[in-house]
């Protein structure tokens, strides 16, 4: 019986760098066309190397149900940032999809998370963050650190973040999960220049809806306030740029979103 061979896709998976795993995917570093024997051509890493994220199959589901569900969160996940794309927002470009085997392949930014560029510190260091808030009060001015590489300010960073998801929700891409981790600062000297790129889309849909656009800012407005304390005046910034891309369209989306936060209160109230 002739051994069954495995797809070009997963022999790129068993060829590439995990770099982390969630609950329904695993993250790759990979290379999509590598260099002729290693050679080293210059090539800057965000040129050369593409992001695998892996949407592993899962035990506890029928493989049918299973396989039908990954098809369709690739599927849908490539389809927002396609949307995205055209519409100008800055998110990685795709480089591969394969709905079949779950790894969709997108451009490899550059760059760091702005939690960690904001103090937040890495993905994974919540416990150590929370372990030293008693010393959170006497380092502001170290949280400007990294940003200083990347030849920005806070505010300008707030105004960037703000204009990304207005010129998405412009598009009607509702993102699902806007938090600080989900948003990355390509570097400066990379080809693309400074941006503020929207990342992981696993959760996003297409919406008209203003409850879905104040519902998606309000995600981020409670993101701010676990990750980074005393953040009122960070958020305001982001809502100060949101509104001027907005226009018009902000009025309704302003009166909603204390709508939500006053429902959001009052759960919180009752536990």
Known sequence: MMAQTSSPTITLLEHAEKISQGAEAKIYRAQ???????????????ESYILLKYRFHKQYRHPTLDSSLTKSRVAGEARALIKCLRSGVNVPGIRMVDAAEGVLGIEWID???VRFLLGGGAEGEAEVADDSEDVQDDVPLEEDEPLKEYGVTQDALMSMI???????HKADVIHGDLTTSNMMLRHPSSR???QMVLIDFGLAYTSTL???KAVDLYVLERAFASTHPESEPLFAGVLKAYEQYMGKDWAAISRRLDDVRLRGRKRSMVG
């Open 111 to 113: 760059g760091k998370s």
């Open 162 to 168: 703000g204009t990304e998801i207005a010129k998405m």
């Open 32 to 46: 999509l066309h590598p260099s002729p024997s290693g050679s080293s051509s210059g090539t800057k890493d965000e």
């Open 210 to 212: 203003v409850e879905d």
């Open 192 to 194: 693309k220049g400074l």
